[in-house]
């Protein structure tokens, strides 16, 4: 604790120095974003690449279906940190707002997404939006993300378009709710990225669920 103490302090100092706070913040917030740990825990607990399961992306999905939820939920509880806790701590503790915070928001999302661990390959990003914009918003940001996607996946079975709708859904709740060009330029740098990032798989149109795909064929709709 004490250790942690003295850390906070130095951040604080260095945060009255103008613009140096910024770029340290988006360095610690990259390097938090880049750190793979579901390729760590799943060779750790399911003694597996998860980069080789399914469809090969590095992210909590694949870690859990290579050593189930002992790698599965750790790997989604530290990417879910690895974005809220840098992000929150410059927006909350620090102080940054404006323009300074938009840098320090996208940064773990391209850390995460373009992994030196990982030879500048990374994952979709999901999850580690979820964190940056919890971080950013507390509770809102991950509530509206979180009920559009279960939407979309209980209604669909390609997880690429699954994860557009949700995020272009908070693009429109953000618009509808007067947020400030900050956050939206946030926003769409976002969607840009989990957009690019999931290219190959929306190449691919929706599946709908076969419960649906029943009740549609039952209303003699082809």
């Not at 323009?99 to 999302?109: H, S, T």
């Not at 580690?128 to 918003?137: D, E, I, K, Q, R």
């Not at 809102?140 to 699954?162: E, Q, Y």
Request: hydrophobic share 50%; glycine share 14%; net charge positive.
């Amino acid at each position: 604790m004490a250790f942690v103490n003295q850390l906070l302090r130095g951040i604080e100092n260095l945060n009255k120095m103008g613009t140096v706070p910024i770029l340290l913040w988006t360095v610690l917030g990259f390097l938090c974003g880049s750190l793979p740990f579901s390729v760590w825990l799943g060779k750790l607990v399911g003694k597996a690449d998860v980069r080789g399961i399914g469809d090969g992306n590095p992210g909590a999905v694949n870690a859990w279906r290579a050593g189930g939820w002992k790698a599965g939920f750790p790997s989604l509880l530290l990417d879910f940190l690895k974005g809220g806790v840098p992000v929150g701590l410059a927006h909350h503790w620090a102080g940054l707002t404006g323009w300074e915070i938009v840098p320090v928001a996208l940064a773990p999302i391209f850390g995460h997404a373009f992994s030196p661990f990982l030879k500048f390959r990374g994952g979709k990003a999901i999850t580690v939006t979820f964190g940056v914009w919890s971080g950013l918003t507390l509770w809102v940001g991950p509530t509206i993300l979180g009920l559009s996607l279960s939407l979309a996946v209980a209604f669909n079975r390609t997880d690429a378009w699954s994860a557009v709708f949700g995020i272009l859904v908070l693009g429109g709740y953000l618009l509808l709710s007067g947020a400030p060009l900050t956050m939206l330029s946030i926003w769409g740098v976002n969607a840009a990225l989990i957009i690019l990032k999931s290219r190959k798989d929306l190449k691919n149109p929706p599946m709908v669920r076969p419960w649906l795909k029943k009740i549609i064929k039952g209303k003699g709709i082809d």
